[in-house]
């Protein structure tokens, strides 16, 4: 059973950083190429940034120039840095294993003054 933990969500001023992580359980983290969705009230889940196991990566047209997918597959985790952050990326967000159905539970980020 592969379990996904994500942490490093918050309350941020507009203008902030966040760095947010992710940690899968097992021995199938390499293998997989892993992304970051987001949830915001009322909307539906929507994709943030994807990497393949080469760490070829992939970005929202919405959080290009602000945000940096990364792994440590010996780490079995994932990053998400998130600079300059907008109110509009208030959201939960979510990591998934891509091609499965092992998503993670969520961590809340607002983005506020």
């Known amino acids: 059973q592969v379990q996904i933990v994500e942490s490093g969500g918050g309350w941020v001023q507009p203008g902030g950083s966040l760095r947010l992580s992710c940690v899968a359980s097992g021995n199938i983290f390499g293998i997989f190429t892993m992304g970051w969705y987001r949830q915001a009230p009322g909307k539906s889940r929507e994709l943030v940034a994807r990497i393949t196991r080469s760490s070829r990566t992939t970005y929202a047209d919405p959080v290009k120039g602000r945000f940096t997918i990364s792994r440590d597959n010996a780490k079995n985790t994932m990053y998400l840095q998130m600079n300059s952050l907008k109110p509009e990326d208030t959201a939960v967000y979510y990591c998934?294993?891509?091609?499965?159905?092992?998503w993670g539970q969520g961590t809340q980020v607002t983005v506020s003054s």
């Open positions: 998934h294993l891509e091609s499965t159905e092992y």
